[in-house]
């Protein structure tokens, strides 16, 4: 296997701000709660016309930037996310166009807050068996578009945003390893019941607010930080490395707490986990990818650090990477 790193990184956020003293208007809530409770203080929100694609393509086009590429030397694109423009075609299909990237192969995968790595571990195995050269990894949501405004246990979570990377063979470090898994018994834990094929629209499922995400964040919590915990420490045993090794870890943001009960189980200090939760809330498929890139431009990775990125999310799935950088 060819080695295969990240060359290029980009992000977009929307432009609305809005605050958890906004939302204290909306539901009973405080930003005393969601500050302790989540680590929350604000989160953005895409406007009305701006599509999942709209984020994926800022973000992309950054990234190309970052990386010195031009779109047609893509010959893949994948986007994760669980809020797409539409059921189909892919948001992947409409990236491809609006950037021109005429060559590139392009789908989407639907792995909840772990997509992004997900994603990023198939682009490794196409790039490093040589099928394809340069891959464009985008983690898009605009979770805003699938959040009940009514409900303050799932409200005040979430936002939208958008995360890059490039990826392409390189002669030393790169991804060192990857571990992913699955446990689909636990559905009921966060999903979004209607608009599939098991529930499609209609008066009723719109009227029973069915089109809105559901969580049980407590369950959750717990299986959260037991499967992060186990993940970051069967990537970084297949990478041959230990805890001391591990310069930074960027887990999925999803509740401060649950980072940082993960962060003491592993044993790491403060300063070695990176948290931007405060300024996006959880943003899916897009959290982890977007705290890699400002770990990145923040200078919080350098050359030769070795960066562990960890997430946990719907399905239940997970997704751990160990990179040399
Ligand atoms: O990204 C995918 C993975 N996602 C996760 O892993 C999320 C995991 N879960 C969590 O982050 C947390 O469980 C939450 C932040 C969702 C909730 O925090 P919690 O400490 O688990 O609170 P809770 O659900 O046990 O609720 C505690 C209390 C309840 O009131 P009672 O029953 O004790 O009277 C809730 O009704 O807090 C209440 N509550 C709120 N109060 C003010 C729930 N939401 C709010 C709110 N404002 N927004």
Redesign the pocket.
């Given at each position: 296997m060819r080695k295969v790193g990240i060359v290029g990184v980009g992000e977009y956020l929307p432009q609305r701000v809005l605050t958890n003293a906004d939302l204290e208007k909306l539901?009973?809530?405080?930003d005393e709660?969601?500050t302790t409770?989540?680590g929350i203080k604000e989160r953005r929100l895409a406007s009305g016309d701006e599509a999942v694609s709209d984020l994926a393509i800022n973000a992309a086009k950054e990234a190309l930037a970052n990386a010195h590429l031009n779109p047609e030397e893509l010959d893949l694109i994948i986007i994760a996310t669980i809020t797409p423009d539409m059921q189909f075609p892919s948001v992947a299909s409409i990236v491809q166009n609006a950037l021109s990237a005429k060559t590139a192969v392009a789908f989407d995968i639907s792995a909840?807050?772990a997509g992004f790595v997900y994603a990023l571990s198939i682009a490794q195995q196409f790039i490093g068996l040589g099928t394809y050269k340069i891959a464009l990894v985008v983690g898009a949501e605009k979770l805003s578009s699938v959040t009940d405004w009514q409900d303050?246990?799932t409200c005040?979570?979430f936002g939208d945003g958008a995360g890059a990377c490039i990826l392409k063979e390189v002669k030393s470090g790169g991804i060192i390893s990857t571990y992913l898994g699955c446990d689909g018994s636990k559905l009921e834990l966060?999903n979004l019941p209607a608009g599939g094929s098991r529930l499609p629209a209609s008066h009723e499922t719109v009227n029973a607010r069915q089109h809105f995400l559901k969580?049980q964040?407590?369950e959750?919590?717990k299986i959260?930080v037991k499967t992060m915990t186990d993940a970051a420490e069967k990537v970084l045993k297949q990478a041959g490395l230990k805890f001391s090794d591990v310069d930074l870890i960027i887990p999925?943001q999803?509740?401060s707490r649950?980072i940082m009960a993960v962060g003491k189980r592993l044993g790491l200090s403060e300063d070695k986990i990176f948290l931007n939760i405060e300024k996006y809330g959880?943003m899916?498929s897009a959290s982890t990818a977007t705290a890699l890139v400002e770990a990145v431009k923040e200078g919080r990775v350098k050359k030769g650090d070795i960066v562990l990125l960890d997430s946990?999310?719907?399905g239940l799935v997970w997704g751990a990477c160990v990179i040399k950088w």
């Amino acid at each position: 296997m060819r080695k295969v790193g990240i060359v290029g990184v980009g992000e977009y956020l929307p432009q609305r701000v809005l605050t958890n003293a906004d939302l204290e208007k909306l539901v009973d809530t405080s930003d005393e709660w969601i500050t302790t409770r989540t680590g929350i203080k604000e989160r953005r929100l895409a406007s009305g016309d701006e599509a999942v694609s709209d984020l994926a393509i800022n973000a992309a086009k950054e990234a190309l930037a970052n990386a010195h590429l031009n779109p047609e030397e893509l010959d893949l694109i994948i986007i994760a996310t669980i809020t797409p423009d539409m059921q189909f075609p892919s948001v992947a299909s409409i990236v491809q166009n609006a950037l021109s990237a005429k060559t590139a192969v392009a789908f989407d995968i639907s792995a909840a807050c772990a997509g992004f790595v997900y994603a990023l571990s198939i682009a490794q195995q196409f790039i490093g068996l040589g099928t394809y050269k340069i891959a464009l990894v985008v983690g898009a949501e605009k979770l805003s578009s699938v959040t009940d405004w009514q409900d303050r246990n799932t409200c005040v979570l979430f936002g939208d945003g958008a995360g890059a990377c490039i990826l392409k063979e390189v002669k030393s470090g790169g991804i060192i390893s990857t571990y992913l898994g699955c446990d689909g018994s636990k559905l009921e834990l966060l999903n979004l019941p209607a608009g599939g094929s098991r529930l499609p629209a209609s008066h009723e499922t719109v009227n029973a607010r069915q089109h809105f995400l559901k969580m049980q964040g407590n369950e959750l919590f717990k299986i959260a930080v037991k499967t992060m915990t186990d993940a970051a420490e069967k990537v970084l045993k297949q990478a041959g490395l230990k805890f001391s090794d591990v310069d930074l870890i960027i887990p999925h943001q999803a509740n401060s707490r649950i980072i940082m009960a993960v962060g003491k189980r592993l044993g790491l200090s403060e300063d070695k986990i990176f948290l931007n939760i405060e300024k996006y809330g959880n943003m899916s498929s897009a959290s982890t990818a977007t705290a890699l890139v400002e770990a990145v431009k923040e200078g919080r990775v350098k050359k030769g650090d070795i960066v562990l990125l960890d997430s946990f999310g719907a399905g239940l799935v997970w997704g751990a990477c160990v990179i040399k950088w």
